[in-house]
């Protein structure tokens, strides 16, 4: 069955390359399946891209699948930008992530694993990518929403196959993993409030909303639960600003409530099931008392190798993905499940800091152009990319976020991509 998905990706493939190169090509409206558009080849292959993001491909063998499919959509992309007619739209934001990748290209002269290096660049080249094709081929309204709402169904679809006894056997290795999954639907979520709250209060946006929020609690995924919490926090600061305190007050003490309530959450978070409340009013839980899967161990062991005493520059860029694929560490895990630690060894605090700038500066940038757009889907577009952000940053804490960046950092990225381009046009 995993060999199937070696022709999915040549399928795949082969459709982005025609709807890049091709003149045009008529799709449904996103809004009004009676009505036809016409979008040119690169909108086309965005809708595409943009929308599957959740497809891994992943088959074993020696060809790793899916960085040969990210390694593509990564070329596909930059030509892409010659074969638009438009330019991309430059921010403070592009600056920053372009820094950012010339200081891991630094970290390449004295990394011990240049290879290993040159694929964690890669990871962290697609949301760049995506950003700059988004910005320089999305103007209109139309090809935004049908980017987004087919990025919903195939989120619906994947959601499925997550959720029903049995049948995603008949789909190995076509979606990412879970954890990666849940990741993605924080910005579905988003997406899906915000259309609610700018579209036209329509129950069933609200509905998705809710819905792809679930899983993270069933599945009881304790980092994708605390990004979809504080990207549904910052959504409700930027549409009523000083006025959501008591919605935000609201979430946050009924995630509290639920941590300590709910028997599967709890017993994930906790060591043991005797912390209670009160202890943490007093002030006495500590790490100690949380569940970490041995990760906090793992993450002083790593830090002690390549960041201690190497507190600006790190190790160089690869240095903790050679050790953990060459050395049987805490069980044979593979990945640090902490981004910033990573970064903290691979390229030092430097790293780190650039990469922040970048994350902060698109949620203050989205916020304001969210505050001085009067266009509803320009505003869909803000709230979505910069409470997206805000959580995936966050998951970046606990989790391989970046590892899984064709499914997970994309997706702020992309809609913030979309929302250079809508608002420039716009103006």
């Not at 011990?112 to 949301?127: H, N, S, T």
């Not at 839980?285 to 041995?294: G, L, P, Q, R, T």
């Not at 949620?363 to 910069?386: N, P």
Request: proline fraction near 4%; include cysteine; charged fraction near 15%.
């Amino acid at each position: 069955m995993y060999l199937l998905n070696y022709l999915y990706f040549i399928i795949i493939t082969s459709f982005g390359i025609k709807f890049l190169f091709q003149r045009a090509g008529k799709v449904r409206h996103p809004l009004n399946k009676e009505q036809m558009l016409s979008f040119d080849g690169p909108e086309l292959f965005w809708t595409l891209t943009f929308s599957t993001g959740l497809l891994a491909f992943s088959a074993p063998g020696v060809l790793d699948l899916m960085a040969i499919r990210l390694l593509v959509l990564e070329s596909l992309c930059l030509i892409g930008l010659f074969v638009v007619k438009r330019k991309p739209v430059w921010s403070a934001v592009s600056t920053f992530y372009l820094l950012y990748i010339a200081w891991l290209l630094i970290g390449l002269s004295y990394s011990p694993a240049p290879m290993y290096g040159f694929r964690v660049i890669l990871k962290y080249l697609y949301p760049l990518c995506i950003m700059l094709f988004a910005s320089a081929v999305v103007r209109d309204e139309e090809v935004f929403l049908k980017a987004g709402l087919c990025a919903r169904w195939v989120a619906v679809i994947c959601l499925i196959f997550s959720v029903t006894p049995g049948i995603s056997i008949l789909v190995p290795g076509v979606f990412w993993y879970g954890t990666a999954r849940a990741i993605h639907f924080i910005p579905i979520c988003i997406f899906s409030l915000a259309l609610y709250f700018y579209g036209g209060r329509n129950k069933k946006d609200l509905l998705w909303a809710v819905i792809f929020a679930i899983p993270c609690l069933l599945w009881v995924f304790r980092t994708s639960i605390m990004g979809t919490i504080l990207a549904v926090m910052t959504f409700f600061y930027f549409r009523y600003r000083i006025k959501s305190l008591p919605i935000i007050m609201g979430i946050l003490l009924l995630s509290i409530i639920a941590v300590f309530t709910i028997p599967s959450l709890k017993e994930k978070m906790f060591k043991t099931d005797d912390v209670t409340m009160g202890q943490l009013q007093e002030g006495r839980i500590s790490k100690d008392n949380i569940n970490s899967n041995a990760r906090f161990a793992m993450w002083e062991h790593l830090q002690s190798r390549f960041y201690t005493n190497k507190q600006i520059q790190g190790s160089g860029t690869g240095s903790v993905q050679n050790y953990m694929y060459t050395h049987r560490i805490f069980g044979g895990l593979k990945v640090p499940h902490n981004d910033y630690v990573q970064m903290l060894c691979d390229n030092g605090i430097i790293a780190v800091i650039i990469y922040i700038l970048a994350g902060l500066t698109l949620i203050f940038h989205a916020l304001s152009i969210y505050d001085h757009s009067r266009s509803s889907i320009v505003q869909i577009c803000a709230i979505t990319a910069g409470s997206s952000m805000t959580g995936l940053l966050l998951t970046l804490c606990s989790d391989n976020v970046v590892n899984y960046s064709m499914a997970t950092l994309s997706m702020p990225f992309g809609f913030y991509g979309m929302l250079l381009g809508l608002n420039k046009q716009n103006k």
